[in-house]
């Protein structure tokens, strides 16, 4: 479960970072 929970939130700070980047070279 919480194995589960660190995954997700990995996986929500890598698509983060990949938004903040093309945000960011979009502008």
Partial sequence: MFA???????Y???VY???RRDLHGRY
């Fill in 17 to 19: 970072n990949l938004v």
């Fill in 4 to 10: 589960r929970a660190k995954e997700i939130y990995a």
């Fill in 12 to 14: 929500r700070e890598m």
